[in-house]
């Protein structure tokens, strides 16, 4: 080999690791390239990452502080509730009886009452408390008038409003006649307020009712929950009452421990008694009763009041003409010494009878408003109304109530009606349901309360203007009515 093969070789060489080291460059450039691209990449990612943990931690902070303010606010604004069915939860009579004076003080013992019971418990006394009675007032103010503990239903409702604006947070709720009307409200309220935690505690009064029972039996396992609620006894609780593990309470300076209604079964007897003895029949009926004369003061269980006996008391004999045979609530009141309401013509009554008492309003045991018994319309009195609305429609105010409001009304007021004839109008009125119904307050409706087809049986149902009042009771209370 020459010496030029061998610088030719050597070149070559050179050349080789040339390329080699260019190869090297050129891959780890390559791979510079490729380590910056994924380090632009990753810092991209950590910015934006960095910038969405200071976004959250923002949020978080701003949440923090939010939940701290509803903390405060829920602290600042919690309240206690206390729910109480006022259809068995009397005030002692005294306090009824004493008005509006009384309805203060009844607030203000109920309050004391509140308040003590809730620092038995470890609660703070000082929160705001809400009181809310729901009660049926009218048929209440019935039975207590009946008991002769007020004058009338309207000493009732004045101590309702009395009651009401005693204490700014206490509301007595008239929930109107008809059943579970109360419970409904009292189920609601329960249900929202034990689920509001503003809402620290409910006191329950209304352990008289087994119906309660199916809302508070879910947490007798709960401790949680059920340290929230403690159990009002007015009467007598129910037995599946004491086996929930509430705490069970009462108010003795409020209310009063025994029911009002073992007072009327009581006293209900002695009314029956009484209608005896003062021979309560039709007034042209001689029969005299052989019950043996009741003390006067008995005479009527409702002092000053006059009481009257509907349809349960003893008729006239079968011999006795066919208007002096009517058993009815108007010859009731005249056996009574109280003239009936002027809608009836009674055969005896004199001039010389000066009327006490000229409104009435009858409710049955429940206190729904019931129709009083109209005398029987003839044939020719009705033949002969028809006779009159065929040529003009009468006006039902002008001439049932004496007097039309009406502007410019539609409806005929000329002319008069007979006896017999008004007697046929106040049939036909009493056709027209009361918008009111059972809760009707109104002493001269002469709208029907209950529908007058259904104990005749020719109730058509479905569809009847009537229907939402079917089946009350029509006998119980509504043997006795009072004139207020």
């Not at 239903?153 to 409003?161: E, L």
């Not at 007598?236 to 009327?264: C, T």
Request: some cysteine; hydrophobic content about 35%.
């Amino acid at each position: 080999m020459t010496d030029y093969a061998y610088l030719e070789a050597q070149l070559h060489g050179f050349k080789e690791s040339d390329r080699q080291r260019d190869a090297l460059l050129m891959e780890t450039l390559q791979r510079l390239v490729s380590m910056e691209s994924k380090y632009k990449a990753t810092y991209r990612d950590y910015e934006s990452e960095r910038t969405f943990r200071h976004h959250w931690q923002d949020k978080a902070e701003s949440a923090e502080r939010d939940l701290l303010t509803i903390q405060t606010n829920v602290e600042a604004n919690s309240f206690i509730q206390v729910l109480i069915d006022g259809d068995a939860a009397y005030f002692h009579d005294a306090l009824i009886q004493a008005g509006a004076d009384g309805a203060s003080q009844a607030a203000h013992k109920l309050l004391v009452e509140i308040k003590n019971h809730l620092a038995s418990r470890g609660i703070d006394s000082d929160l705001p408390v809400f009181v809310n009675i729901y009660a049926n007032v009218g048929g209440l103010a019935g039975k207590l008038t009946y008991l002769g503990l007020i004058d009338g239903p309207g000493d009732m409702h004045n101590f309702v409003r009395a009651f009401n604006t005693s204490q700014p947070l206490f509301n007595f709720v008239d929930v109107g006649s008809g059943k579970e009307k109360a419970d409904h409200k009292i189920r609601e309220m329960f249900r929202i307020q034990l689920s509001n935690k503003q809402c620290k505690h409910i006191i329950f009064g209304g352990c008289h009712d087994n119906g309660y029972l199916t809302i508070l039996e879910q947490y007798r396992h709960d401790n949680d929950t059920s340290s929230r609620i403690s159990l009002l006894e007015t009467i007598p609780a129910q037995a599946g009452f004491y086996a929930l593990n509430i705490k069970m309470s009462r108010f003795p300076s409020v209310f009063r421990a025994e029911s009002l209604d073992k007072s009327l079964v009581i006293a209900m007897p002695q009314l029956r008694q009484t209608a005896s003895a003062t021979n309560i029949r039709s007034p042209n009926t001689n029969t005299k009763s052989n019950t043996p004369p009741v003390p006067s003061n008995d005479a009527s269980p409702v002092p000053g009041k006059a009481v009257a006996v509907n349809t349960t008391v003893p008729k006239a004999s079968p011999s006795a003409s066919k208007a002096s045979s009517v058993t009815s609530w108007a010859s009731a009141a005249v056996a009574n010494g109280v003239p009936s309401d002027k809608e009836v013509t009674l055969a005896n009554r004199t001039k010389k009878t000066k009327p006490t008492v000229s409104r009435f309003i009858l409710y049955n045991y429940d206190g729904n408003r019931l129709d009083a018994t109209l005398p029987p319309a003839s044939a020719n009195d009705h033949t002969n109304l028809h006779a009159r609305m065929e040529k003009a429609k009468l006006c039902n105010d002008h001439f049932l109530r004496g007097m039309c409001v009406t502007e410019s009304c539609k409806y005929s007021h000329s002319g008069k009606l007979s006896a017999g004839e008004l007697n046929a109008l106040r049939h036909k009125a009493r056709k027209l349901s009361c918008p009111n119904k059972l809760g009707c307050e109104d002493y001269d409706c002469y709208c029907g309360h209950v529908c007058p087809y259904e104990k005749s049986g020719k109730c058509k149902g479905e569809g009847c203007h009537f229907e939402d009042v079917h089946g009350i009771d029509r006998v119980g209370f509504s043997d006795y009515f009072f004139w207020v």
